[in-house]
Structures are given as C-alpha cells and as structure tokens.
C-alpha cells in the first residue's frame, strides 16, 4: 500500500463515490458537497487572478485607465447582493457577455459550421459510392430539418431517407461513445490498485 | 434604463459582426478590446458562484436545516483554495495542487466514471428487437463496437474498416447534415439577438 | 426461465462491469491495437515540424475526462519535445490550466528552458469569446504567463502576435472542440485536435471538409499515438480494460435480446391459449 497521505485520500474519495452505485447515502453526499464546494473555490481563485493580470495590473501600474470599465462592468453583476436596489444594473454586463458570445459564435458558426461544412459537402467529387452515400446522407438529412412546410412525394421520401441515416449515425455514435466510458472508469482503477494498493507498476 | 442593455447588446453584437466583414482598422481595435473586456466580466462571473453559494449555505447553517452539516462541508470546501491561495503559496502552491489532484480531482473523475455503469446498462435495455429503428440503431452501435474490440479480429478481419466506414460515410453524411442544421439554427439565433427580437437575457 | 434474462438487475450489471474492466489492469491482456488513419494523419501532421518550430497546445479537458484525454495530450507533448519544437503551452478552460503548469514543470525538469523551450500562459478566460481574442492578439488577450512573467519578455513569446505566427495548434477539447474549429480554423494554420471519444462523431465531418487536419480520439487514439511513437503508456495500459469492457457489452445485449424474444415468444403462447 502507499504511503503517500495524498494517494489514501485519492482512493478513499474514489470509493466514497462509487457506494452511489448502490444508494445514494451519507458518504457520498459528503463526496458531492465537498466537490461543489472545493470547485467554486478553485474558480473564484481563478477569477481573482484573470482580473488581477488582465485588468487591475495593467490599471494600477500602467496606468491603462480603460481598463477600469471592464471592471466596473465586472462588479455591476454582484448588484443583486450588494446593492438590491440596483440590481437592474447588472444586466448591462450581462448584456456585453451575451453579445460578445453570440457575435463570436454567429462569425464562427457562419464559417466553420455552414460554410465550411457545405463546401466540404460539394467539394468532393461524387465519383465513389462513397462519395455518392455520403452526399445523399447529408442533403436527406438537411431535408428532415425542413419544418416550414410539410414533405410530401418525393421530398417525403428523401427526408424519411435522412432520418435512417440519423439512426445509423446516432448508433454509431452511441457505439463510440461506450469506449470512451470505459477510459475514465480505468483511470480511477489505476489510482486504486496501482497507485494506492500497489498491485501493478507501470 | 430598461432599453439600455438590450441596445448595448446590438451595438457590441453588431460591431464585432462588421469588423468581420469590413476592414476598417478602428473598427477592429474596437472589436478586439470589447472582446478583451467580455473575458474579464465572464471571470467575474465565476466569482458569482462563489457568493450565491456561500449566502444559501451559510443561511442553511444559521437557521441549522435539514442537512446543515453537508452544509458546513460545503463551506469548508468553498474556503479551502483561497486559503491554500493567500496562506500556503498561492493557486499553484504545494497545498492548493495537493487539494486539487487528490479531493476535487478525485471526486471529480469518479461522478464521470460513474457513466460507464449508466452507459452499459442502458445498451442491454435499450439495444432490443422492438421496433425497426431500435434494430438499425443497435445493428449500428454494436458493429461500431465490433470494429473497436481488436479481439474480434479472429472472428472477421473486416470488423475495424466496417465501423470505419459506418462512421465516415453514412454517419459522418448524416452528422454533417446536422451540423449544417444546426449552424442555421445558431445563425437564426444570433439574427434574432441582433434584431432585438431575442431579450431573454436582458428581461 | 430465459425470459429472466430480459431483467437483470442493474446492481448484478454494475459488479460484472466493475470487475470485467478492472482485472486487465492486475492481468494485462497485451491484446494487440489497429491504428486508425486518423491517429496516423495527426501524427504525420506533427512530423512536418521542425525543430525550433512554435506550436500552441491548449487543454479543456477536467480531471473527470482525464482518463480519456491526458494520454493523448502527455504522448503528443513528447513528440513535440523530442522534434525540439518549442510549445507554447495553456489551458482554455480553468482545469485545463492545470495540465498546462504540469507539462510545463515536468517538461523543465527533464532539460527545457522556460521561456525558451516552453511556456505555461495559464487560463484563457472567457471561453470562445477569450479564444476569440486571443487568436487575434496573443500578448494583448495573455500579457502574464501562469508564473506572472510579461510575456514580451520571455524569448519564446518574442514576435508572436496573432495565432498564424505559430506552425500548429493543438486542442485537446472535452466538449468545445468546435471552438476551435469556429475560431482558429479560419486562420488557415493547422489544427490537430485530440478529443473525448464521446465528441469524435461531433468532429468528423471538420476532419472530412479539411478545417481540421487531425483528430485523436479518446484513450483508443492516445494508445495508438503511443504505438506509432514507440512510447507505451497509459494508453496502451488502458486498451485491454476497453477491449474486455467491449466484449462485456456485446454479452449484455446479447442476452438481453434474447430475454426480450423468450419474453415475447411466451407472452404470444400464453395470448395463444
């Protein structure tokens, strides 16, 4: 067994958390209040340090007046606790965050996911059955999401197409998404028979 | 004032959307620094977090309801990285990695690795002959599994390309439809956003 | 009695499970492993670089998906460090910072120079948007690293601006890999993303378009890269748990199926009569 007080606490966790497998009872709830708890921690920590570097250094000792408006915009979003009154002011910071995010997203959305992935759809010769299958997955499948008007004859049937693609895609998926299951399972073995109770080397 | 986020939101949605299509060098100054400014409120906002729980745990522990000692964990965990930060070396120090590999890592990795028992349970009860698309659905998945376990090799060779090829032509066909659907539906969202349409966030 | 095998009780599944996954790892296996042609495209993409070549490598990645991710993330990092190729190293998620400032320790303790060789920017705030930015303006969106250096004084950091100054970018996603793509793509340099088994099916088609030029997935791409470079780990390890794990679920379905039309077949009898 290890001698290392950081290993027992590792495994001890480990195992705390798997008694949930039979019932939820006290030891995991413990497990789960002390994750929650710890993991806010960790990011307000964080946090602290992102405004320290990126905004109250370059303000207090360079001088970069500008950057008192991000945290200015900062601290509007604590109102609510603060200053109950003025609580409405803190959806002007949320307001940049969403229109930041959402501009981001619709510029990156426009290009890598539209775009990008409908030339890829074209830009392959339909040469292969392959090719062909795959070009015929993609637009049935486009088709399926048409919902402003109903599909009737053939687009009925393209669109029907399009769903059991899906299926074999969302199995296929499923099929995949097993194995990585299993990786993160492993890892927490290894810590328990490996790095705590020694039964391997690696 | 009730206008005030709503029309600040367009304006900084719509400046950085034309900094994408124009090339003006003021526009992309601006762009870049209301994009510096969005990080440094979104770390404010971990910090958010950090206070609602802190009030409803410590309201929890004054009033002594059900459950005030999980309360009181939770707590300690909450104190515990600024004190390791401040006291014993900082966010990176010996005690604060040491909090972080061995509980909050810990515990972490095993709510995840719970999945596994979920995932594996859930294929034996819904991977039945009940309909045609739970057949198609678990023909596929099960080929896929196939394809990954090296150890089926001896049965048939061809289990690897097989799933290869179930991933990459009909599912990577059907996927990219998805993807292509659900670019238009995040497009759609951000326009609403843009025309004020959208004020979820801002109401 | 084999209509039985339709309901098992799932804490029986969860025991057969726990110990089906856990024995390889006491009795290794050493069952043998295919390399995809993915696994092979990001390792040949990373065999173009040369040394003193720049490459960004960011982790999302917790250390709840760590067992998926990390072996892939730890194997490519000793690629890069044995080609002599300089790794600007961050984390775009809080936990992802973590790997950063670990990769960067480890890696100086075994001969690098930090700030030279290696360097550890910390957490990228603010997600996409912060990503966003950074592309943009690397010493404007990070002007410390994680040890509170300006970064325009560190040797690695001299002239670098924008993302295109570097050769690669790395990503080692656990749910955001599309960022990468929206953001990083667009700036035409290339882009390997190590990803969750789970998020693979969600990447592929950015491979097949060629916005992405690698993908590695999960703990089965990390023992692969393993293989390709010679280098056995945790990938490798955790192969034979995934393989007896496989052949547990196909078990599984197996019989439950056969339940369910043992179930139906007296049912229909029992209708029957």
Not at chain 1, 102 to 130: C, H, N, Y
Request: hydrophobic residues 50%; proline residues 4%.
């Amino acid at each position: 067994m290890s001698p290392d007080l950081g290993t027992w606490v590792n495994a001890i966790c480990t195992l705390a958390v798997f008694t949930v497998l039979y019932r939820h009872n006290p030891v995991s709830k413990v497990t789960e209040n002390l994750y929650v708890g710890i993991g806010a921690g960790y990011q307000l920590m964080l946090a602290y340090e992102t405004v320290r570097n990126k905004a109250w250094i370059p303000l207090a000792t360079k001088g970069e007046a500008k950057m008192a408006i991000p945290i200015v915009l900062g601290l509007l979003l604590f109102t609510n606790y603060v200053l109950p009154k003025a609580r409405e002011w803190n959806k002007i910071a949320i307001a940049v965050m969403v229109a930041a995010g959402t501009a981001v997203t619709l510029k990156g959305t426009m290009e890598a996911d539209f775009l990008g992935q409908i030339r890829g759809a074209i830009s392959v010769p339909l040469t292969s059955f392959d090719a062909m299958l795959t070009f015929i997955c993609t637009v049935s499948t486009i088709i399926y999401f048409l919902f402003t008007f109903s599909m009737k004859g053939v687009m009925a049937t393209v669109s029907r197409l399009g769903y059991w693609a899906m299926m074999v895609a969302f199995g296929a998926g499923f099929g995949n998404t097993i194995g990585g299951r299993f990786a993160q399972f492993t890892g927490r073995m290894d810590v328990v028979f490996g790095e705590w109770l020694k039964l391997y080397t690696r | 004032m009730k206008q005030l986020p709503l029309r600040l939101g367009i304006a900084i949605c719509g400046l950085i959307l034309l900094d994408h299509f124009l090339l003006i060098n003021l526009l992309r100054n601006l762009s870049k620094e209301i994009l510096d400014y969005a990080a440094i409120v979104t770390a404010f906002a971990m910090g958010l977090g950090f206070v609602s729980l802190s009030i409803r745990h410590y309201k929890a522990i004054k009033a002594r309801r059900e459950g005030w000692l999980y309360s009181t964990i939770l707590v300690m965990g909450l104190l515990s990285f600024p004190v390791a930060t401040f006291l014993f070396g900082g966010l990176r120090g010996r005690l604060g990695m040491w909090i972080y590999d061995n509980i909050y890592g810990s515990i972490n990795a095993t709510f995840y690795s719970i999945q596994m028992f979920y995932v594996c349970s859930g294929s034996y009860r819904v991977f039945r002959v009940k309909s045609t698309q739970a057949v198609v659905l678990g023909i596929a998945a099960m080929l896929v599994v196939f394809g990954r376990t090296p150890a089926l090799e001896g049965l048939w060779a061809g289990f690897p390309n097989l799933a290869d090829w179930l991933w990459k032509v009909p599912g990577g066909g059907a996927q990219r439809g998805i993807v292509i659907g659900t670019g238009v539906g995040t497009m759609a969202a951000g326009v609403r956003y843009l025309l004020g349409i959208e004020r979820s966030s801002t109401q | 009695m084999l209509a039985k095998l339709a309901h098992i009780d799932s804490r029986v599944i969860f025991a057969a499970f726990f110990i089906v996954v856990s024995l390889p790892l006491i009795f290794p296996l050493n069952l043998p492993l295919n390399v995809l042609g993915w696994t092979r495209q990001s390792y040949d993409e990373l065999q173009k670089l040369a040394a003193g070549d720049l490459v960004i490598m960011t982790m999302q990645y917790s250390p709840a998906l760590m067992a998926d991710s990390h072996p892939t993330a730890v194997v490519m990092m000793k690629h890069l460090m044995q080609k002599n190729v300089r790794v600007i190293l961050m984390g775009d998620t809080p936990d992802g910072a973590r790997w950063a400032t670990l990769f960067a320790k480890e890696w100086e303790g075994k001969g690098k120079t930090y700030g030279v060789d290696i360097v550890d920017l910390g957490f990228l705030p603010g997600y996409e948007t912060g990503l966003a930015a950074f592309v943009r303006d690397i010493p404007k969106t990070m002007p410390r690293d994680a040890r509170g250096n300006d970064v325009g004084s560190l040797p690695i950091m001299k002239g670098i601006k924008t993302v295109t100054d570097v050769k690669l970018f790395i990503g080692h996603e656990s749910g955001s890999g599309r960022n990468y793509v929206r953001q990083v793509s667009p700036y035409k340099i290339p882009v390997v993303i190590g990803c969750m088994t789970a998020d693979a099916y969600e990447l592929e088609p950015f491979l097949q378009a060629k916005q992405i030029q690698g993908l590695i997935v999960g703990l089965r791409g990390g023992a692969e890269y393993e293989k390709l470079l010679g280098a056995p780990g945790a990938g490798l390890a955790g192969n034979d748990s995934q393989n007896a794990g496989h052949l547990l679920v196909i078990a599984f379905v197996i019989l439950g199926n056969i339940g369910y039309l043992a179930e139906r077949r007296n049912k229909a009898r029992q209708g029957g009569e």
